[in-house]
């Protein structure tokens, strides 16, 4: 089978596109024919082995030279190939979606039957593939807004961001987004009742939410900006600039420090996936709650123009990988 295929660390040349072995369905599993599949800034993070520190964390997914599988990619949607033993709900045929922890970027995927779940009805591969990851991120951000509450979201204009406008709005919050000139419209076309273009204007107020996605101001900043009841939430993944020892990784070990002494609550939660959360997240787009926004398509053999774009350009929402 094609596939995406990286051995040692660094840029989006290090990927290549190469025939592989195709994978067989082990005890509970699915195997998938992929027909989408789409990038985050995991991706990235893991083919440039940054932060650094993250090779010594998971080593699961970072080796000492290069990722620790060989095939990129999480998001995935497409068709159950084959389903290894112990699988029973699902069959050959049936139109599915999921994360897996590597292997997306390629025709077919062998991944847990825990991961996977019936592909949302009234979605393409392109925009179910778009879900998963920063769906259930966000998800797991904002499960403690309530209806009234002030939401600021900061990276609003990315692929959890525009997911995170959503789903605040449909907890009845108020939100105000923070994103570039470029994504102001958008932001405020989501329903946003308040967009801030960074590149212009400080961000007015405290909130009882501040939901960090970019992960790119000082932690005492942050906490100006929330209400001494409310809720500072940091899950930014950062820009690449040139490679880093911590990373977001710092901020957020701070920010776990200083819960001990500041009146705020800071959470830095950790979103895990699973077909029960698949399964709320195709709900929420059944009922028209969220949707997916695709920002670019590129297909298999050009994930390397599509990351390097990811990376490089600040790309809005979601891009999507077309596999078959």
């Given at each position: 089978m094609k596939a995406i295929v990286q051995q040692v660390y660094g840029s989006s040349a290090m990927l290549e596109v190469a025939?592989?072995?195709?994978?067989?369905?082990?005890n509970g599993q699915v195997l998938v024919r992929v027909r989408a599949a789409s990038l985050n800034a995991r991706d990235w993070h893991i083919m440039r082995g940054d932060p650094r520190i993250a090779r010594w964390m998971d080593r699961s997914v970072f080796g000492r030279r290069g990722p620790a599988q060989p095939i990129p990619g999480g998001d995935f949607a497409g068709v159950v190939e084959s389903v290894g033993a112990g699988v029973t709900d699902l069959r050959p045929g049936e139109e599915v979606y999921g994360e897996s922890i590597s292997g997306a970027f390629a025709e077919y995927l062998a991944v847990d039957r825990s991961v996977v779940a019936a592909k949302p009805a009234g979605l393409s591969f392109a925009e179910a593939a778009a879900v998963p990851l920063a769906a259930n991120t966000a998800l797991t951000c904002l499960r403690h807004v309530a209806a009234g509450d002030r939401v600021l979201i900061i990276g609003a204009s990315g692929g959890v961001g525009t997911f995170a406008v959503q789903l605040a709005l449909a907890a009845g919050a108020e939100v105000t987004g923070v994103c570039s000139t470029r994504n102001v419209e958008l932001i405020r076309g989501l329903g946003a009742a308040r967009v801030v273009d960074y590149t212009r204007d400080p961000v007015p107020g405290?909130?009882?939410?501040?939901?960090?996605?970019?992960?790119?101001?000082?932690?005492?900043?942050?906490?100006r900006l929330v209400e001494p009841t409310g809720t500072l939430v940091l899950s930014g993944g950062g820009n690449y600039t040139g490679g880093s020892l911590f990373g977001p990784i710092g901020l957020m070990a701070r920010a776990q420090l200083s819960r001990l002494f500041v009146r705020p609550t800071i959470r830095v939660p950790m979103a895990n996936q699973s077909s029960a959360a698949l399964d709320e997240l195709r709900d929420l787009i059944d009922t028209g709650r969220i949707r997916p926004i695709i920002d670019r398509t590129y297909p298999l053999d050009e994930v390397p123009a599509a990351i390097h774009y990811l990376e490089t350009e600040h790309a809005r929402a979601k891009i999507a990988i077309t596999v078959g």
């Open positions: 025939r592989v072995e195709r994978p067989v369905a082990g405290r909130y009882d939410t501040v939901l960090d996605l970019a992960g790119s101001r000082r932690l005492r900043e942050l906490l």
